[in-house]
């Protein structure tokens, strides 16, 4: 198990740090922008939310070209991996041209449907009609990470990470500082720091597809198929994230008077949670990596035992997570707001959240290993069961006494408990060890 143990983590360690990375691009953005003023540090708020929801709905593009390509490096055909990543590549240029069309057209009306001032909205149309200039490159960014990841490679995309933020970060302050171009120079730094970092990742694939001769050119088929199997991990993907939005609208339902408080609150508690989130879909990652290429080698036993433990690491995980956050409950509300109304509501909804964190760990890592499995379907299903569960459930929440705690045990018990039992019982069948370079549907 030793052994076992130590390819989880040469995986999930540089995944980690890579997870944590993605989030700087806009982080940075915040703390150059934000030294411009009010207006332009909210309008950014409003890109951010516009890009965020786009870029979330397309990560697809690194968990279904991870899951196939491990499962052709499992089969012992590099060139079929290297081939299928490329098509995936091609995929995410495709999509990425329609959005960027799309985005640069619908910028204004996508920012005045947040009903802000005519100056957070110049500026947020500004940043937005810009900022989507780059979403190509961050769409062949997630693309090129999950051939990597499917190669068994995370050590390359933190590497980019790291030195694409550090870019990111030099090019905002020339641009909006040192040439005066104001929040515009900060999506145009964005823009150039993704590119570069886009073309530093094809050239890594572009690299090995041509050591081992695979097709450079796109392919009808294999576009088409990395497509449709795209489908079931969007479905999944939007239950996730509505799941999400019922409960920060269950929230707004529970305050009364307190309304503002209990939402501050919940805000601060998603940051934390989805902090948290990256950690523990670290091992998801090594997950989806390692499954596909245990089940393209055709190892069913090999595939259970890597499951069984990948387990075991994300119950620690969640158990070590929870109990940081529990130690870090009373206090860490101070580093997001000085409203002590704020801080002590936060109290017990952290709480709440430490006793999920061992739950999160399990339903990532089973979340990782159906992916890897190339299960699809399975978990679109699943996440519109949840979906129905959860939503009833958050609403009803919220009208009881203590209504924002009460949603937060909601989102424990029924969000992340009704995953857990959907995904424990599929890994406890047989339905999704198809083995061989197919994947399942």
Do not use: K
């Amino acid at each position: 198990m030793q052994a076992v143990d130590r390819e989880i983590l040469r995986l999930a360690v540089p995944a980690f740090l890579a997870l944590v990375a993605e989030p700087l691009f806009l982080l940075s953005d915040a703390a150059i922008v934000g030294h411009l003023g009010t207006p332009e540090l909210a309008g950014l708020g409003v890109a951010a939310v516009v890009l965020q929801t786009v870029v979330g709905l397309c990560v697809f593009l690194a968990y279904g070209t991870t899951a196939s390509v491990a499962r052709h490096l499992g089969a012992g055909d590099l060139r079929a991996a290297l081939a299928q990543g490329v098509d995936g590549i091609w995929l995410a240029v495709l999509i990425g041209a329609i959005a960027t069309v799309l985005g640069v057209v619908l910028a204004p009306t996508l920012v005045g449907a947040f009903g802000t001032g005519s100056e957070v909205a110049d500026h947020a149309t500004t940043y937005l009609t810009i900022a989507f200039l780059g979403t190509t490159p961050l769409l062949v960014m997630l693309a090129t990470t999950g051939v990597l990841r499917g190669l068994q490679d995370t050590r390359t995309p933190l590497l980019v990470a790291v030195v694409g933020n550090g870019l990111n970060v030099v090019l905002n302050l020339v641009l909006v500082y040192g040439l005066d171009l104001g929040i515009a120079g900060s999506a145009i730094g964005s823009v150039l720091a993704q590119l570069l970092s886009a073309a530093w990742l094809v050239a890594v694939v572009v690299r090995a597809a041509r050591a081992h001769d695979a097709p450079l050119s796109p392919d009808r088929a294999g576009i088409l198929a990395a497509a449709h199997a795209a489908i079931a991990l969007v479905v999944r993907t939007l239950a996730v994230r509505a799941c999400l939005l019922v409960g920060t609208y269950a929230v707004t339902r529970a305050g009364g008077a307190a309304t503002d408080v209990n939402v501050a609150a919940h805000q601060i508690a998603i940051t934390l949670w989805s902090f948290l989130a990256f950690a523990l879909d670290a091992i998801a990652i090594a997950a989806q990596a390692l499954t596909g290429r245990a089940l393209g080698e055709g190892d069913v036993d090999r595939t259970r035992r890597l499951t069984r433990r990948m387990v075991r690491w994300g119950w620690g995980s969640g158990v070590v997570a929870g109990l940081a956050l529990a130690a870090c409950a009373p206090f860490v509300g101070a580093l997001f707001t000085s409203d002590a109304a704020v801080r002590e509501a936060l109290v017990p909804v952290l709480l709440v959240a430490a006793v999920g964190q061992p739950l999160a760990g399990l339903v990532f890592v089973l979340d990782g290993v159906l992916i890897g499995a190339g299960d699809g379907t399975f978990l679109a299903w699943a996440g519109l069961v949840v979906l129905a569960a959860y939503a009833p459930a958050a609403l009803v929440a919220a009208t009881l006494p203590h209504g924002l705690v009460m949603v937060w045990v909601a989102m424990t018990v029924v969000f992340m408990g009704a995953r857990g039992l959907l995904l424990s019982w599929r890994a406890r069948g047989e339905a999704w060890l198809v083995t061989g370079a197919r994947l399942a549907r």
